[in-house]
């Protein structure tokens, strides 16, 4: 299969193709494996192993697991310099869990 550049292929769109072409890249990068959004953030994995006090093997092992604690991801998206906001979704509405401790509320979020 030929393949084309996408200033070629960009010319000889509309906008409206444009304009679903950015909306589909929009919510792809809205959904990132640990690793793609460090590397999005041009972090080194040893850059985010200082910052959380791990060695970089550890944060080698953290990026591919399928399954972490709320507290490392939370350390993980702080050493990048961002802040983790934990929310669940129900067909009627969206919950800001601010608290994993059963005393603690949720903020109920406007969509």
Same mark, same amino acid.
């Given at each position: %299969?030929?393949?084309? =550049?996408?200033?070629?292929?960009?010319? =000889?769109?509309?906008?409206?193709?444009? $304009?679903?072409? =950015?909306?589909?890249?929009? $919510?792809?990068?809205?959904? %990132?494996?640990?690793? *793609?959004? *460090?590397?999005? *953030?041009? !972090?080194?994995?040893?850059? @985010?192993?200082?910052?959380?006090? !791990?060695?970089?093997?550890?944060?080698?092992?953290? $990026?591919?697991?399928?399954?972490?604690?709320? &507290?490392?991801?939370?350390?993980?998206?702080?050493?990048?310099? +961002?802040?983790?906001? !934990?929310?669940? &979704?129900?067909?009627? +509405?969206?919950? !800001?869990?601010?608290?994993?401790?059963?005393?603690? $509320?949720?903020? @109920?979020?406007?969509?």
């Amino acid at each position: %299969m030929k393949t084309k =550049k996408w200033s070629e292929l960009k010319h =000889k769109s509309s906008p409206q193709a444009l $304009e679903i072409v =950015k909306q589909r890249s929009d $919510e792809e990068l809205k959904k %990132m494996p640990l690793y *793609r959004l *460090r590397e999005a *953030r041009r !972090l080194t994995q040893k850059q @985010i192993a200082e910052a959380m006090q !791990l060695d970089q093997a550890r944060v080698s092992r953290l $990026e591919r697991r399928a399954d972490v604690y709320v &507290s490392t991801l939370r350390n993980f998206i702080g050493a990048m310099g +961002g802040h983790l906001e !934990l929310v669940a &979704s129900f067909p009627d +509405g969206k919950v !800001l869990i601010t608290r994993l401790g059963a005393d603690d $509320e949720g903020t @109920i979020l406007q969509d």
